[in-house]
């Protein structure tokens, strides 16, 4: 399961709003009210916030991965935004996060999930790819960096 195959240019925020954990969180859900792979927003929103609940998906060094299982997405939907100013999200290492890549995919494909979980936090935890990421300003450079990153990974 590639990346660049779920996580669509449209899908990127190169400048988040959001303040929060939860507004981030909601900023990118509704990135998703009209695409067609999604049958209901609001169950993959409370999907996404009751994962939350169980344990932080922020990770540590300023990367932040929330994720649901849904059946009401029809096949597996990701969102990325980056945030200029950082955003507390209960992290690990209690550092707050400017990269947030959040998917949901349908119960029925745990092992791509899991796959996918694995693929992203090996990409993020490179200092030099999070930081290319920071210093890009553009929904389309921030598509092509996960491009090439994750063409090198799997080289």
Do not use: C, W
């Amino acid at each position: 399961m590639k990346i660049s195959k779920i996580l669509h240019q449209d899908k990127i925020l190169a400048e988040l709003k959001g303040n929060s954990k939860e507004e981030v969180i909601n900023e990118l859900v509704d990135l998703f009210v009209s695409d067609n792979r999604v049958t209901n927003v609001e169950e993959i929103r409370k999907a996404v916030f009751e994962r939350e609940k169980i344990m932080s998906t922020g990770i540590g060094s300023g990367f932040a991965i929330p994720h649901a299982k849904s059946d009401a997405v029809k096949e597996m939907v990701a969102a990325f935004g980056k945030s200029a100013h950082p955003v507390d999200f209960n992290s690990n290492d209690n550092q707050p996060v400017n990269l947030v890549f959040l998917f949901v995919s349908n119960n029925r494909l745990v092992g791509d999930h899991i796959k996918l979980l694995s693929r992203i936090s090996k990409m993020m935890e490179k200092s030099e790819f999070r930081a290319k990421l920071m210093n890009t300003n553009s929904s389309e450079q921030i598509y092509f960096l996960f491009q090439t990153e994750e063409n090198n990974l799997l080289t």
